[in-house]
Nanobody, 115 residues
């Protein structure tokens, strides 16, 4: 069983930055992909950025050049550095992992960007 715990959300002004963290706990990690999705009120959940184990990263066009993935293998943690935030980035952000063919989601962390 894998558990994902997000942190780092909050309220930030337009142009500001936040760093989200997703810590994975459990056993038997052999994840295929790990990354972040987001869902704004009234909208569908959408991909923000993901990693695959072959080292490829994939970013949504709307965050390309502003958001950056990084990770700490020793802590089983992936980070999402978010820069130049704007109102369109306001959403609940969810960590997502596919591990041994099973999909896991975190509980989400709220990011609110004020103008």
């Amino acid at each position: 069983q894998v558990r994902l715990a997000e942190s780092g959300g909050g309220l930030v002004e337009t142009g500001g930055s936040l760093r989200l963290s997703c810590a994975a706990s459990g056993s038997g990690f052999s994840f295929e992909t790990m990354g972040w999705y987001r869902q704004a009120p009234g909208k569908q959940r959408e991909l923000v950025a993901t990693w695959t184990t072959d080292g490829r990263s994939n970013y949504a066009d709307s965050v390309q050049g502003r958001f950056f993935l990084s990770g700490d293998n020793a802590k089983n943690t992936v980070y999402l550095q978010m820069n130049s935030l704007n109102a369109e980035d306001t959403a609940s952000y969810y960590c997502r992992m596919v591990n041994a063919g099973v999909l896991y989601w975190g509980q989400g962390t709220q990011v609110t960007v004020s103008s």
